[in-house]
């Protein structure tokens, strides 16, 4: 059985580790204390058991302890951590596990803003060290970028993506260390100009919402952007492209209404107000309603992402 080591204790090592249990692997997290990585535990656990719904699998093992009293690494096959997004802390982390764990063993960052090659730099094994980086909710979205920093091994990033595909995931591996791994900058490019139609008076935010999850959102579902050309064809994209490419935004600053929401407090549900208004109520029926439809998805997407 792959033994796999996370390090932190808030949602997104829950959703991680809730990943890799329900995948039949033995999982450790590590915590500042072992109270918090064993609360960590036990949200994981009844995580993986709602993702295991109908699925006959054997109970897996998995234990708690703390980051500094913990250096049991027989059997480790991958170390993952999803500690603060700070980066000294990151740094300071990665450093105490340059010394810690045996070599041979790869170690990951959940890290989203951080590059690697800046969290590793000058550490001696840090040929060994990657970015992996998870969309929230973790255990719903397929998805994990294994991204290279400058020193990275590329044969140990293959395998550390072929470990996740036995984990039931999906990975890609970045080649290049660049700002936003690889689906972050898609997603930012779709964003720079949903908000310049926006801004335009073009459209509404909800009419954006609508354009997106029911025409080409809809169709990657089942196609990526390449496939999806590969059926229709490209000579039409490209006779598409002449036209629309010259009016596309190529702005570098924030747009203008998303700078004003945010000027005045609105930064979305957590903050109750947004594009549109958020009261408790509502935005908790409307997080359900969007974690019901990830859940669906996952449940059609994995038939194929399952280890058999």
Known sequence: MEKIVVIGTGTMAVGIGAGFIDAGMEVVFLGRTVDKAQAALTAARKTAVALAVGDARAPVSATAGSIDG??????VTWVIETVAENFELKRELFAALDARVPVGIPIGSNSSGFPITRIAQGLASRSRM?????FMPAHLVPLVEVALGE????AMGEAVCALYRRAGKKPVLVRKDIPGFLANRIQHALMREAMALIDGGIATPAD??????YSFGFRYAAAGPVLQKEISGWDSMARAAAEIYPSLSNTHVLADCVAGIIAVGKTGMKAGAGFMEWPTELAGTERAAYERRLKAAFD?????????
């Open 130 to 134: 990657f970015n992996a980086h998870y």
């Open 151 to 154: 020193d990275s091994n590329p």
């Open 208 to 213: 954006v919402d609508t354009a997106v999850r």
């Open 300 to 308: 059609v997407l994995n038939l194929d992402a399952k280890p058999g």
């Open 70 to 75: 913990w250096n049991d690494w027989q059997g």
